[in-house]
């Protein structure tokens, strides 16, 4: 079964306006972290932001926010006032175990492009 | 702060041919993180090194692949023999210590013919 589903192969986005990208997760493990990163066409891993599973409020870095539903195991993005630069390709991930795990385990991906 | 350099940023070999990749992380990481990125996929993890010790390279094909990471400070990952499958893009990655936030580099974009 797959650890990381990300079920929007492509979506697109009015620039200024908000996009959800969805992101739902399997594990059995109670201690995880979550993370989105962002791969612009130029290829690089950009880590956006971080969810511990114990974190009892949903994590925030400037326009990006993570609407975390424990019950639920997902984990999506919002990323509000969308810009022309989020075009790009958006990864979520998972870190099972807190104390002693390192590996992230990916989705395939959600290509967002957004539309001056 | 400079970020994880990798160098080539793109590769273009022909099939049974050597190739290396170069990794420096970012200053003062301990953990470092070679990743395999295939095309329309999310990257996988291929090695993972404490220092200069490979502490997991359970996904690594050692019949051809091979790594390295003297003074545990850059790393080298190589192919040798390169095959046609191979082509795709490899991502170095370091963390201060192996449970904190990974920090990527642009990778290298390997094409075999």
């Known amino acids: 079964a797959q650890k990381i589903t990300q079920t929007q192969p492509g979506m697109f986005v009015q620039e200024k306006e908000a996009v959800t990208l969805d992101c739902t997760y399997d594990t059995s493990d109670p201690s995880y972290g979550l993370f989105w990163y962002k791969q612009p066409s130029s290829g690089e891993m950009i880590f956006l932001i971080y969810?511990?599973?114990?974190?009892?409020q949903n994590a925030t870095e400037g326009r990006y926010s993570l609407n975390f539903q424990k019950a639920r195991k997902s984990a999506n993005l919002v990323i509000s006032a969308s810009q022309l630069g989020d075009s790009a390709m958006y990864f979520c991930?998972?870190?099972?175990?807190?104390?002693?795990?390192?590996?992230?385990?990916f989705g395939s991906g959600t290509r967002l492009l957004v539309r001056p | 702060e400079a970020g994880v350099v990798q160098s080539p940023r793109y590769k273009i070999i022909e099939k049974k041919q050597p190739v290396a990749f170069w990794c420096n992380p970012i200053?003062?990481?301990?953990?470092l993180y070679w990743y395999l990125q295939n095309l329309g996929q999310g990257p996988e993890l291929l090695i993972r090194?404490?220092?200069?010790?490979?502490?997991?390279d359970s996904q690594l094909p050692k019949d051809r692949f091979s790594a390295e990471r003297l003074k545990g400070v850059d790393s080298t990952l190589k192919i040798q023999p390169a095959e046609l499958g191979d082509s795709a893009v490899y991502l170095c990655?370091?963390?201060?210590?192996?449970?904190?936030?990974?920090?990527f580099g642009p990778g290298t974009r390997l094409t075999v013919l």
């Open positions: 200053s003062g990481h301990n953990t």
């Open positions: 090194y404490e220092n200069e010790e490979a502490v997991d």
């Open positions: 990655a370091s963390s201060l210590v192996n449970t904190d936030t990974q920090y």
């Open positions: 991930a998972m870190r099972e175990g807190m104390d002693s795990s390192y590996k992230l385990i």
């Open positions: 969810q511990g599973s114990y974190d009892q």
